[in-house]
C-alpha cells in the first residue's frame, strides 16, 4: 500500500493547477482592462502614449530570454550538466532582477510626473487617464509580486543545483519553478501589447 | 501488504517523530487535518449561529431590543462572513473530503500531504483575522457582500477582514488543487473514472470551481483594500470608474461560491439514499455528468444578483435564461434520489433523516430560487425578505442539513463509536420545525415587501419577525443538543462497527476508526460502487430477491 | 508514471523558439504604428496568443506531456477566461 515511488507527473500536474489559479487572478484585472478599453478607448491611447515604449520593449526582451534559459536549465540538468544548468539559472534570476529594476525606474519617472494613484494629476485629467494609469500600476504591480515570488523560487532551485538535491534523475522542483517563471512572462506577453502597444 | 496489528489513527503520529499535540498540530494524515478542521469549523459556526440568533432577537420586536442599528450591521455583515466563508464553503471537503476522498479512492493520503496541512494553517489564520475584527472598534458593516462604493468609504475595519476572506480563499484554492491532483494520481488500480463513489465526483466538480472561481473574488477583495488606501478610482464614477463592475467581479466568484457550497452536499446525499434504501443508485452517470454542468453552467450566471443593478436589458434576459437552465441538473439529482427510494428497502437512520430534509428543503430553495432567477419577479422581491429566506432554504437547508447529514454517517467510522439515535431523531426534529418556523414567514414578509438588512422596520411586518424569532430559538436548541449528542458519542458511545450501516463504498471496510495509513489489506474495488448485493447476502435476508442493481 | 519522461528539448530548439518570440515582438511592435482601427487590438491579441504558445508547447514543454490531461485543463481555463470576458459584454457593450 505504501510503495513511495515518486510521482512527478502528479506533481507537475498539481503546478499546472496552480498555474491555472494565478491566470484567473489575473483575469480579474484583465476584466476590468477590457471593460474600460470598450468605454474609453481615445483616453487609452493618449495615456499609452505616456509609457515609454523602450521600457516595455526591452523588458518583453528580458523576460522572453529568461525562460529561454529557465528552459535550457532543465535541459543541462538532464544532460548532467549542473554547471550548465546552475549558470542558466542565475542568467534567469538576473534578468529577473534587471526587470524589477527596469520597473523601478519607469515608476519612478512616472512618480515625478506627478502620475499615480490619486496623484493631482490624474485626478485632474480625463477620467479614462485615470483608469489607465491606475490598471497599469494594479497589473505591473501584481505583476512585480509574481517577478519576485517567481524569483525565490529560482534561487531556491538554483541553490538546490549547487547543493546536489536537483539532479537528472529528480529534478521535479526545477521543473515546477520553471513553470511558475514561464507563467509570469506569459503573463507579461500579454500585459506588453496592452499597455505599451495602444498607440 | 504487511499485516500489521491495527491501530486506529489517533493513537500513531504521521510523521512519526512528532507526538501528543505537536503530532496533531504538524500532521500530514490527511484524517488528523479533517478532524482538525472540524474542531476549528465547529467554534466559528458556534460564532456564526450566535451572530444569527442575536440578530433575531433584535428583530423580534421593532425598534432597538437588544442592539443599535451600527452593531446590527456589523453583526448581520459578520454572521455572513463566518457562515460562508468559515462553515459553509470549507465545510464538507475540509473536514469529509479530506477525512474521506483518499478512502473511497483507495489511496492512503491526499496527493499533497504538506500543502493540506498548510491549506488548514490558512483556514486557521484567516479565521482567526475575520473573527478578529469582531472585537475591534468597527467591524465591518457592509455586509458580507462588500459592496462599493460603501466598502471603501466605510471607517469600519473592512480591510481586515477583507484580507482574512482572500487568507481563506488561498486555503480553498489550495484544497481544490490537492483533490483534483488526488483524484487524477492515486486511484487505486482497478478504480477507473465511472467507478469512483459519487461523494468522490462532487468533489472532482468543486474543486474544479474551487480553482478556478476563487481567485476572482481574491483580486477583487485586494482591489478594496488597494481602493481604501490608494483610491485608485477603478469604481469611482468620480474617477472614471464602474462601480457595476464590482459586483460583476463579486458575483463571477460568489455565485459559483454556491455551487462549491451545494454540491459536496449533493454527493453526501448521493452516498446515503442508496445506502438507507439498500439499493443502488438511480442514474449513477446522470449524477456525474449533471454535477459536472452544474459547476460549468452554475459558474456562468453570476449576473442574476443584478438584474436591478442598472446592467443591461440584454444582459438581464441572457443570465435569466442562463439560470434556468442550470436548474435542470439540479432536478435531475432530486429525481434521481426520490427514484433510488422508490421500491427500496428503508432504514429509518439519523444520517437518513437529514437526507430527506435535505431533499424537501433544497427543493423548496431551489422553487424560490426561479421565482429570484425570473427577471421579472425578481424586480418585486430583489433585496427583500424572500431571498434571506430562499438563501438559508438551500445554504442552511441544503449545505447545511448535508453536512448534519455526513456528520451522522461518517462519526462512527471517524470516531469508533456510535451517538444515541433517539437523541439525534428528537434534535433533528426540533432543527427541523424551528428552521421552517423560522424561514417560511420570511417568504411571506418579503412577498409584502420587507427589506433585507433593514435594522427595522413597518408595524404590519411584526407578527412576521415575532415567530420567526421563536423560530430561531427552536431551530437553535435543536442544533445545540444535535451537537452535544455527537460529542457524547465520540466520547462516551457505544464501540461502532467497521460498517454499521451496510455500505459499499471503501470506507466501510476499513476498521473504525480506520489505521493511520487507511487499509488493513489491499482494497477490492466493485466493479459497481453502488453494488449492494454483498450487503444483501451479509444481512442474510430473507427477502426472495434483492432489488435488480441499475 | 514515476520517472521523468524521455524527452529532451536540444538548446537548438530552444534557442530557435527564443528566435520565434524575438521576431514575434518586434512584428506586433510594427503592426502597432499601423493604424488599423478597431482591428490593432485584436491584432495584438492575436500575436501575444501565438507568442503564449509557443512559450506553452515549448518552453512549459505542453507538446510533449504524455497525459493530455495537461492541454485539456488548460484550454479548458482559458475557455473560462473568454467566457468571463465575454459575458461581461451582454453587460458593458449593451448600456443604454
Known amino acids: 500500500m505504501n510503495t513511495k515511488t515518486k510521482d512527478n507527473t502528479g506533481a507537475k500536474f498539481g503546478m499546472w493547477l496552480f498555474l491555472y489559479s494565478e491566470i484567473m487572478l489575473f483575469t480579474g484585472l484583465f476584466i476590468l482592462y477590457a471593460a474600460y478599453f470598450r468605454e474609453y478607448l481615445p483616453d487609452f491611447v493618449n495615456a499609452g502614449k505616456e509609457l515609454d515604449l523602450r521600457y516595455g520593449a526591452v523588458n518583453t526582451l528580458i523576460l522572453l530570454t529568461s525562460s529561454f534559459t529557465v528552459a535550457a536549465a532543465i535541459t543541462a540538468i538532464r544532460k548532467k550538466q549542473a554547471q550548465g544548468s546552475l549558470i542558466f539559472l ?17 515608476w519612478g519617472h512616472k512618480f515625478s510626473h506627478d502620475i499615480f494613484p490619486n496623484s493631482a494629476t490624474l485626478n485632474a485629467g480625463p477620467r479614462g487617464e485615470n483608469i489607465f494609469f491606475g490598471l497599469y500600476y494594479v497589473i505591473t504591480g501584481l505583476h512585480g509580486v509574481h517577478i519576485i515570488a517567481g524569483l525565490s523560487l529560482l534561487i531556491t532551485a538554483a541553490w538546490f543545483v549547487k547543493k546536489g538535491k536537483i539532479v537528472a534523475s529528480d529534478f521535479v522542483f526545477l521543473e515546477n519553478s520553471g513553470l511558475y517563471w514561464h507563467l509570469v512572462d506569459l503573463i507579461w506577453i500579454f500585459i506588453f501589447p496592452l499597455f505599451y502597444l495602444v498607440i | 501488504m504487511t499485516t500489521e496489528t491495527y491501530k486506529p489513527f489517533h493513537q500513531t503520529p504521521m510523521p512519526p517523530k512528532y507526538d501528543g499535540v505537536l503530532g496533531w498540530l504538524i500532521t500530514y494524515d490527511h484524517k488528523r487535518i479533517g478532524m482538525m478542521y472540524l474542531t476549528t469549523l465547529m467554534v466559528w459556526l458556534s460564532a456564526g449561529i450566535l451572530l444569527g440568533l442575536l440578530i433575531r432577537v433584535e428583530l423580534m420586536a421593532r425598534g432597538q431590543t437588544i442592539m443599535d442599528a451600527q452593531t446590527y450591521n456589523a453583526f448581520f455583515t459578520m454572521h455572513g462572513v463566518v457562515m460562508i466563508f468559515l462553515f459553509i464553503i470549507p465545510g464538507i471537503p475540509a473536514v469529509f473530503g479530506n477525512f474521506f476522498l483518499p ?7 491526499v496527493f499533497f500531504p504538506r500543502i493540506n496541512l498548510l491549506s488548514y494553517y490558512l483556514y486557521l489564520i484567516g479565521g482567526i483575522l475575520g473573527v478578529l475584527a469582531l472585537f475591534s472598534k468597527g467591524p465591518p458593516d457592509t455586509g458580507w457582500t462588500f459592496y462599493v462604493p460603501f466598502s471603501v468609504t466605510t471607517r469600519s475595519d473592512v480591510s481586515i477582514t477583507v484580507f482574512a476572506a482572500f487568507i481563506l480563499g488561498m486555503s480553498s484554492i489550495l484544497t481544490g488543487l490537492n483533490f483534483i491532483t488526488t483524484i487524477h494520481r492515486m486511484r487505486v488500480k482497478g478504480m477507473k473514472w465511472f467507478q469512483m463513489p459519487l461523494f468522490a465526483w462532487s468533489l472532482y466538480a468543486t474543486s474544479w470551481v474551487q480553482v478556478l472561481a476563487t481567485p476572482i473574488v481574491g483580486i477583487t477583495l485586494i482591489l478594496v483594500i488597494v481602493e481604501r488606501l490608494f483610491g485608485v ?22 455565485h459559483p461560491a454556491v455551487y462549491i457550497m451545494i454540491l459536496p452536499a449533493m454527493g453526501v446525499v448521493s452516498e446515503i439514499i442508496p445506502v438507507f434504501s439498500r439499493k443502488s443508485i438511480f442514474g449513477y452517470k446522470a449524477i456525474v455528468l449533471s454535477s459536472m454542468c452544474i459547476a460549468i453552467f452554475g459558474s456562468l450566471v453570476w449576473a442574476h444578483h443584478m438584474y436591478v ?26 429525481f434521481s434520489w426520490v427514484s433510488t427510494l422508490y421500491k427500496g428497502s428503508i432504514t429509518f437512520s439519523p444520517p437518513f433523516y437529514l437526507s430527506l430534509c435535505f431533499i424537501y428543503l433544497f427543493t423548496v430553495g431551489g422553487l424560490t430560487g426561479l421565482v429570484l432567477g425570473s427577471a421579472g419577479t425578481d424586480v418585486h422581491v430583489h433585496d427583500t425578505y424572500f431571498v434571506v429566506a430562499h438563501f438559508h432554504f438551500v445554504m442552511f437547508g441544503g449545505a447545511g442539513f448535508g453536512f448534519f447529514a455526513a456528520m451522522h454517517y461518517w462519526w462512527p467510522k471517524m470516531f469508533g463509536r456510535m451517538y444515541n439515535f433517539k437523541r439525534a431523531y428528537i434534535a433533528i426534529t426540533l432543527l427541523l ?35 420567526a424569532g421563536i423560530g430561531a430559538v427552536i431551530m437553535v436548541s435543536g442544533l445545540f443538543l444535535m451537537f452535544a449528542n455527537l460529542l457524547k458519542g465520540a466520547i462516551k458511545g457505544e464501540k461502532a462497527a467497521d460498517d454499521p450501516w451496510g455500505g459499499t463504498t471503501l470506507e466501510w471496510s476499513v476498521p473504525s476508526p480506520p489505521p493511520v495509513h487507511n487499509f488493513m489489506a489491499e482494497p477490492s474495488v466493485k466493479s459497481y460502487p453502488y453494488d449492494f448485493s454483498d450487503v444483501w447476502k451479509r444481512m442474510n435476508l430473507k427477502t426472495s430477491t434483492p432489488p435488480k442493481s441499475q | 508514471m514515476n520517472a521523468h519522461d524521455g524527452h529532451i528539448l536540444s538548446y537548438g530548439k530552444l534557442l530557435a523558439v527564443l528566435g520565434v518570440l524575438f521576431v514575434l515582438t ?41 497525459s493530455k490531461a495537461f492541454a485539456i485543463t488548460f484550454v479548458v481555463t482559458v475557455f473560462c477566461v473568454a467566457l468571463l470576458i465575454g459575458f461581461l459584454f451582454w453587460d458593458v457593450s449593451y448600456r443604454v
Open chain 1, 90 to 106: 542565475c542568467i534567469s534570476i538576473a534578468c529577473g532582477i534587471i526587470f524589477l529594476i527596469n520597473k523601478y525606474f519607469e
Open chain 2, 433 to 467: 420545525v424551528g428552521f421552517m418556523l423560522h424561514y417560511m414567514p420570511m417568504f411571506v414578509l418579503g412577498l409584502k415587501g420587507m427589506p433585507r438588512r433593514y435594522y427595522d422596520y413597518l408595524p404590519e411586518f411584526e407578527s412576521g419577525n415575532l415567530l
Open chain 3, 26 to 66: 518586434v512584428i506586433t511592435i510594427l503592426v502597432s504604428t499601423v493604424d488599423l482601427g478597431a482591428a490593432n487590438i485584436w491584432a495584438a491579441l492575436l500575436i501575444a496568443s501565438v507568442k503564449a504558445t509557443f512559450v506553452l508547447l515549448f518552453f512549459m514543454h505542453l507538446k510533449y506531456e504524455r
Open chain 2, 233 to 254: 478610482g477603478l469604481f469611482n464614477p468620480a474617477k472614471g470608474g464602474d462601480p457595476l463592475l464590482y459586483q460583476h467581479l463579486f458575483w463571477m466568484y460568489s
Open chain 2, 309 to 334: 443593478s442598472g446592467m443591461s436589458d440584454l444582459s438581464v434576459m441572457i443570465f435569466s435564461l442562463l439560470t434556468f437552465i442550470v436548474a435542470v441538473p439540479s432536478a435531475v439529482k432530486v
Open chain 2, 103 to 109: 478512502i473511497q479512492i483507495g489511496a492512503d493520503d
